[in-house]
Every structure is written in structure tokens, then in C-alpha cells.
């Protein structure tokens, strides 16, 4: 059986690790015809949108796509094209797997670190209703919603159940924000009481972002709103090794969307050096979206074999090869296992 799906290669090392990714995804035996959207800086600025037709056509007749890098402008220029993405196309649920590889050496390299997080992805202040109201006086608009707030809710419970996880942390900042993470939290607390197999605790933002440093091993499932969420996940990719290792999904009712979620890194850009991991991981979150989960699981394995042995890893996580060198390992695992 065969699959549509949209190829976003990015900007700076993302069609470098895109390239390698479709290598790795194509080894074990799933059959996906890609159809490429390319989308870069220098595309949006040329057309003077943020979201570029030609992408939104291809994953509207896909609904499915695989993300690099795309570099956004700090401070000014156009908008987040992850963020218009998700507004466009209701990609409602950011869902970040967290998880030690092994072999590789971090701080925390003596806790397994296995958290899931699942960050509301519409609204809060990414809704981006900025107003400058006289000179130097700029207001920022919070938005939270009923709907939004009880749809992520349901699906990170869904996906505790499903999964068997234990714990859900609902993290907020509603000792201070009484009205918009209060009702973010009255929402969790009313989802909550429809699984009484799983616990449910809540904690401030900066509390829980004190306890991922100094216990990271207490927390499962992690529920947020939109900005908590953006920052604690970085947070939780730091503890096992960075963004270049960590994969990312952005899924709505009818599409979803899988990325990379570090930077374009155009500093090492072209030099055969960028590390796929984070998109090879991501591919895998894709392929058992797709239900292709045996295949899922032999490319996460053949990713750890590679991890484990030592040998074949990019300067980035200590080891001395290129991306070509490090693909061509997890290609061979993969072929091994079979």
C-alpha cells in the first residue's frame, strides 16, 4: 500500500536532512510518493505571503506532510510559517514526544527521560492580536477559549488511555492569569473526571519548569497552553540532548503536519554535517499516524542502535560524521533487522 504526502524541505540544512529522512523512511519498506512544497524565506518574501498557495494546495490534497526548518524573522518580517500553518489548517494539537537515546551523553544522562507533551497550538498570545496603542505602548491579546482548551484536554487524555500512561500534568499560571488559565484549568479539571484511571495534577509554570531540571524522571504526560507549552518543550529537548534530536507533530481532525522543530542553521548549511534526527523521529511519529506502526518502530529502533553503538553520530551530539554517514547506519540497522 502506498501514500500521499506533502515533502516541506525548508530552509538552510532543511533539505539536507529532509533528503535524508525520505532515504531512512523509504528503507523500511513504506511506500510514499511525496509530492514537494518548497517553502523558504526567500519564497515568502518574493511572494509576500506568509503561507505560500502552493503549499497549502499540496497538503489539502495530502493531508498529510513532513516539515523541515523554515526560518522565521525576529522582531519584524512575515509571520511564524508554523504558526500560520497551524491557524490554516486547525493543526489544534502540538505533540512533542521527549526521550532519552541511548548512548547519548547529556546532563541528565544518568535519568530516562520519557515525557510526552501536548501544547494547545490555535490561540494564547500566538493568536498575534498585537496593538500598539499610542507611541511605545503595545498591548498583546491572551486568548483562551472553552473549545480550544477542552479539545486538547480530550486529546491528551485520549492519548494517556490509549498509551497507557498514568500521570497528566496540567501546567498554568492561574495564581496570577485568574480568568485565562483559570479557565484553561477548569476545562482539564472537567475532562479529567471522565478518566478516573489516570491521575491528574496541576502545576505553575515556573515550578514545573524547576522540577523538569531537578526531577525530570516524576513527569508523563504534560498538558499546556499554547506559550507554556512552546517553552517547556525546548526545555524538556534540553535535558536529552537539544532540538536537534527531538521530533514534533502538529495534528487537527482532517491533517497533520510532522517537523523538525530546531532551527535552519544556515551556519553549517551545505558543509554535509546537519543532524537528521529530529525529522527521522518525526517520520516515525508519521508513519504510525499513518498506521504503519511496525515500520514506526523499526526505524525508531534502528535510530537507537545507531545512538547506542556510538559510531556514526554528527558533531552535534559529539561523534564525527556527516549526515550521508550517519543516514547510511541507521539504513543499515534497519536492514539488519529486517
Request: glycine share 10%.
Amino acid at each position: 500500500m502506498g501514500y500521499l504526502a506533502t515533502l516541506i524541505p525548508g530552509d538552510g540544512i532543511g533539505p539536507e536532512v529532509a533528503e535524508a529522512t525520505v532515504r531512512a523512511v523509504k528503507a523500511t519498506g513504506v511506500v510514499i510518493d511525496w509530492e514537494h512544497a518548497e517553502l523558504s524565506g526567500r519564497i515568502i518574501e518574493r511572494c509576500g505571503r506568509d503561507l505560500p498557495e502552493h503549499v497549502i494546495e499540496s497538503l489539502e490534497r495530502t493531508r498529510v506532510g513532513l516539515k523541515g526548518p523554515v526560518t522565521t524573522p525576529v522582531a519584524g518580517g512575515f509571520q511564524s510559517v508554523n504558526v500560520a500553518l497551524r491557524k490554516r489548517l486547525d493543526l489544534f494539537a502540538n505533540f512533542r514526544p521527549v526521550r532519552t537515546l541511548p548512548g547519548l551523553k547529556t546532563r541528565h544522562s544518568d535519568v530516562f527521560v520519557d515525557i510526552v507533551m501536548f501544547r494547545e497550538n490555535t490561540e494564547d498570545l500566538y493568536a498575534g492580536l498585537e496593538h500598539e496603542v499610542v507611541t511605545d505602548v503595545v498591548t498583546s491579546l491572551k486568548v483562551i477559549t472553552r473549545r480550544a482548551s477542552t479539545r486538547i484536554a480530550r486529546y491528551a487524555f485520549e492519548y494517556a488511555r490509549r498509551e497507557g500512561r498514568q500521570w497528566i500534568h496540567a501546567i498554568h499560571k492561574a495564581n496570577i492569569m485568574k480568568l485565562g488559565d483559570g479557565l484553561f484549568l477548569r476545562c482539564c479539571r472537567e475532562v479529567a473526571q471522565e478518566y478516573p484511571e489516570i491521575k491528574y495534577k496541576e502545576l505553575i509554570v515556573d515550578n514545573a519548569s524547576m522540577q523538569m531540571v531537578m526531577r525530570p524522571e516524576i513527569f508523563d504526560v504534560l498538558l499546556m497552553p499554547n506559550l507554556y507549552g512552546d517553552i517547556v518543550s525546548d526545555l524538556a529537548a534540553g535535558l536529552v540532548g537539544g532540538l536537534g534530536i527531538v521530533p514534533g507533530a502538529n495534528l487537527g481532525e482532517r491533517h497533520a503536519v510532522f517537523e523538525a522543530v530546531h532551527g535552519s542553521a544556515p551556519d553549517i548549511a551545505g558543509r554535509g554535517v546537519a543532524n537528521p534526527t529530529a525529522l527521522m523521529q518525526s517520520a516515525v511519529l508519521m508513519l504510525n499516524y499513518l498506521g504503519e506502526k511496525a515500520a514506526a518502530r523499526r526505524l525508531q529502533q534502528a535510530v537507537e542502535l545507531v545512538y547506542a553503538a556510538g559510531r556514526s553520530l554528527t558533531p552535534d551530539v559529539g561523534g564525527s560524521a556527516s549526515t550521508t554517514e550517519f543516514t547510511d547506519a541507521v539504513i543499515g540497522s534497519l536492514e539488519r533487522g529486517s
